[in-house]
């Protein structure tokens, strides 16, 4: 037994892998600023669903940081995802609306959206759609903010907000690790860690 599983036991805290969190029908917002494993979190998030059978699309700007080779090293079928480029010269309008469109088809089982750098519209209006509609079909809705863990997440309709950071590399592996910002469904708990290759384009 690891120290980090001694801690969590002793502490009474349950522990659980970020995919068994990230459960159909959930606003998920992974947070983040800098190298801190954002894109690593969703793939691990995106990877399990695909595995589970579900049918995939990660939207992002058209200059975003989605690295094909990364993906594929990391057990992403590439061929079962689809891929969005979208304008941003409207803020997140775009993105969003694509999103929503997806999300309408009831074809997807996980949607990743980067909004890294992007400003979401004002209000919770374009929020509240995305959940429904996430929870009508039984999509889990990744959105990746680059907002810092003590700033305000994308308001009160995430249902499960996390963070993700990266151990220091060794021998070409590291471990991801992912803190719990807000779970409305739960108590306290502790993530467990996965063995995670060191990218080379997954720089967030």
């Known amino acids: 037994m690891t120290n980090g599983s001694?801690?969590?036991?002793?502490?009474g805290l349950e522990q659980v892998s970020v995919a068994d969190l990230a459960r159909p029908g959930r606003l998920i917002e992974i947070s983040g600023r800098g190298a801190n494993a954002r894109l690593s979190t969703a793939t691990s998030l995106l990877r399990r669903a695909q595995v589970e059978g579900e049918t995939s699309a990660w939207i992002q700007a058209e200059q975003g940081a989605l690295y094909p080779p990364d993906l594929a090293a990391a057990g992403i079928d590439l061929e079962a995802l689809v891929?969005?480029?979208?304008?941003?010269?409207?803020?997140?309008?775009?993105?969003l609306r694509a999103t929503e469109w997806l999300l309408r088809s009831g074809a997807y089982g996980v949607i990743v959206v980067d909004l890294s750098g992007i400003?979401?519209?004002?209000?919770?209006?374009?929020?509240?759609?995305?959940?429904?509609?996430a929870r009508e079909h039984e999509v889990r809705l990744i959105l990746i903010t680059d907002t810092q863990a003590h700033q305000s997440s994308l308001g009160p309709l995430v249902?499960?907000?996390?963070?993700?950071?990266?151990?220091?590399?060794?021998?070409?592996?590291?471990s991801l690790n992912v803190d719990v910002l807000r779970n409305k469904s739960g108590g306290p708990l502790r993530v467990l860690p996965e063995s995670w290759r060191t990218p080379l384009g997954l720089e967030g």
Do not use: F, M, N, Y
Request: hydrophobic fraction near 40%.
């Open 6 to 11: 001694l801690e969590a036991k002793s502490r």
């Open 159 to 174: 249902g499960l907000r996390i963070a993700g950071h990266r151990s220091p590399p060794l021998a070409g592996q590291c």
């Open 83 to 95: 891929v969005l480029h979208l304008p941003t010269d409207q803020g997140a309008r775009d993105l």
């Open 119 to 133: 400003r979401p519209p004002r209000g919770q209006a374009w929020c509240a759609r995305l959940v429904a509609l």
